[in-house]
């Protein structure tokens, strides 16, 4: 089975950045290259929100709108990793962040369609 890990959260103040990754393991290479792997946060008392995805080949990318212009995600699948960049941080991104894989990279980054699912990392974004 394709397991993911997260890392990178932290506390941060409001306009700062962080870079999240999600590396994956348990699956060679070229099946890894196959998925599209997204971006989920869930912050408390709150459901789980797709925040951004990339295809398999990192040339097709969708975010959320709340994010658009201060998140960018990539891929390096030589590495099994994704990132995801966060700049001009809210406290509003407070949540724990996830990622997942799935098929396909579609516009609405819905959580029913993702597949494989790390544990999370947390991010904090006060003053």
């Known amino acids: 089975q394709l397991q993911l890990v997260e890392s990178g959260g932290g506390l941060v103040q409001p306009g700062g950045s962080l870079r999240l990754s999600c590396v994956a393991s348990g699956f060679t290479l070229e099946a890894y290259s196959s998925y599209s792997i997204g971006w989920f946060r869930q912050a408390p008392g709150k459901e789980r929100e797709g925040v951004s995805c990339?295809?398999?080949?990192?040339?097709?990318?969708n975010y959320v709108d709340s994010v658009k212009g201060r998140f960018t995600i990539s891929r390096d699948n030589t590495k099994n990793t994704v990132y995801l960049q966060m700049n001009s941080l809210k406290p509003e991104d407070t949540a724990v962040y996830y990622c997942?894989?799935?098929?396909?990279?579609?516009?609405?980054?819905?959580?029913?369609?993702?597949?494989?699912w790390g544990q999370g990392t947390q991010v904090t974004v006060s003053s």
């Open positions: 990339i295809s398999a080949s990192g040339g097709s990318t």
């Open positions: 997942a894989a799935d098929l396909a990279c579609s516009a609405t980054i819905d959580v029913l369609e993702y597949d494989y």
